[in-house]
């Protein structure tokens, strides 16, 4: 079994940042694929961003439109962590932020939750006009 602890949420003014964290524990695998996703109150769970590695190598990213340019998605392999960097963030990007794990993604679609199998609890980020 794979654990997800995601951290870093919390109450922003427009415009400006926040840094989300998921940290995995338990089994390893060569190949990983990470995503965030969010969901706001009264809409389905969308898709924000992956990353796709395996062992050492460079990673993949994928992002949503709508946060192209202003979030960012890394790893850091030493601490099984991966990273949400939300940069101008907008009142339209609150929402329930989760973490998602799959290991051997495949041909898994990556922007959907069908890909993964793992999730955390999800953390609260909420951005005031």
């Known amino acids: 079994q794979v654990q997800l602890v995601e951290s870093g949420g919390g109450l922003v003014q427009a415009g400006g940042s926040l840094r989300l964290a998921c940290a995995a524990s338990?089994?390893?695998?060569?190949?990983?694929?990470m995503g965030w996703f969010r969901q706001a109150p009264g809409k389905e769970r969308e898709f924000v961003a992956s990353v796709t590695w395996s062992g050492w190598s460079a990673s993949s990213t994928d992002y949503t439109n709508s946060v192209k340019g202003r979030f960012t998605i890394s790893r850091d392999n030493a601490k099984n962590t991966v990273y949400l960097q939300m940069n101008s963030l907008q009142p339209e990007d609150t929402a329930v932020y989760y973490c998602?794990?799959?290991?051997?993604?495949?041909?898994?679609?990556?922007?959907?939750?069908?890909?993964?199998?793992?999730w955390g609890q999800g953390t609260q980020v909420t951005v005031s006009s």
């Open positions: 338990g089994r390893t695998f060569t190949t990983w694929r």
């Open positions: 998602a794990a799959v290991a051997d993604p495949g041909s898994r679609p990556r922007n959907s939750y069908r890909g993964y199998d793992y």
